[in-house]
C-alpha cells in the first residue's frame, strides 16, 4: 500500500489527478485509500468546482446549505454531465423518446429545465 509509506501531500497529489469516478472508485480499494480521500477536501473541490461551471446555481446551492464538497459533487456530477449535453445541443434533433441515449435524462428542478429550454429556443 503505497499511501501508508508516502506523506499525505504525495499520495493526495497523486489521487488529485484522477477524475472523479476513478476517485469513487479508489476511496472503496481499502481502508488507509479510503481514509487519506475521504479526509481531503480539496480533491472533492476540484472536481466540484469543474462541475460549477456547468451547474452553478444547484453547486452554490447546495453549498450554502451547508453540503460537504463531496457531497455537492456526488449529488450534481450526472447531472452536469447530462445538462451540459442537453446545453451542447446534442438532443436538438432527436425524432423520437427511443433515440435518446440510456443516460440522457436525470432528476432535474425546474430551473434547470428551464435553462434547457431557453437553450434550445436561442438555437
Request: net charge negative.
Amino acid at each position: 500500500d503505497f499511501v501508508a509509506l508516502l506523506p499525505p501531500e504525495v499520495s493526495s497529489r497523486i489521487f488529485s489527478d484522477l477524475d472523479v469516478e476513478s476517485l469513487c472508485h479508489a476511496a472503496v480499494t481499502c481502508k488507509g485509500w479510503h481514509r487519506v480521500i475521504e479526509s481531503n477536501d480539496r480533491l472533492w473541490r476540484h472536481h466540484c468546482l469543474s462541475v460549477r461551471a456547468v451547474c452553478q446555481r444547484e453547486i452554490d446551492c447546495d453549498r450554502g446549505n451547508g453540503y460537504s464538497w463531496k457531497i455537492t459533487l456526488l449529488r450534481n456530477y450526472w447531472k452536469s454531465k447530462v445538462k451540459q449535453e442537453w446545453l451542447s445541443g446534442k438532443y436538438s434533433n432527436i425524432p423520437s423518446q427511443n433515440s435518446l441515449p440510456e443516460k440522457s435524462m436525470y432528476p432535474m428542478d425546474v430551473d434547470t429545465w428551464g435553462e434547457i429550454l431557453e437553450a434550445e429556443l436561442e438555437r
